[in-house]
């Protein structure tokens, strides 16, 4: 039988890179309380990585150490969870479709 933190590790294996990992969708696993502390701790070891309140993403492991996945990965796989519609700022926009040399020195979303 494996430790519940264990069970979220290799769950979390199994996603895709950037997918968000939520307390509800891991209630399989254990309680929620369990599941709550043991993604708590594994926020602390830094094996996952809080994107904010109840949501953690896998850190990417590479030859070269450890990175956060990519924002834009993260936003859309997080909109999709919650069923939400966010987009970037104008000035982002405008530098993706190439309309301006300018790139934003902070990424900002906008919700519905």
Same mark, same amino acid.
């Given at each position: 039988?494996?430790?519940? &933190?264990?069970? *979220?590790?290799?769950? &979390? +294996? /199994? #996603? ?8 509800? /969708?891991? #209630?399989?696993?254990?309680?929620? &309380? ?6 708590? !701790?594994?926020? +602390?070891?830094?094996?996952? *990585? ?7 993403? !896998?850190? *990417? ?14 936003? +859309? ?6 069923? +939400?519609? *966010? ?8 530098? &993706?479709? /190439? #309309? ?9 979303? #906008?919700?519905?």
């Amino acid at each position: 039988m494996q430790h519940l &933190a264990e069970q *979220i590790l290799t769950h &979390a +294996e /199994g #996603l895709p890179e950037g997918a968000p990992l939520a307390a509800k /969708g891991l #209630l399989h696993l254990g309680s929620r &309380a369990g599941v709550d502390q043991a993604l708590s !701790r594994l926020a +602390e070891r830094g094996q996952l *990585i809080r994107a904010g309140r109840g949501v953690y993403l !896998r850190p *990417i492991k590479s030859r070269f150490g450890t990175r956060a996945p990519s924002v834009e990965q993260a936003v +859309e796989a997080l909109a999709a969870q919650r069923g +939400e519609v *966010i987009v970037p700022t104008g000035a982002a926009e405008a530098n &993706a479709l /190439g #309309l301006t040399t300018q790139v934003p020195v902070r990424s900002v979303y #906008l919700t519905s």
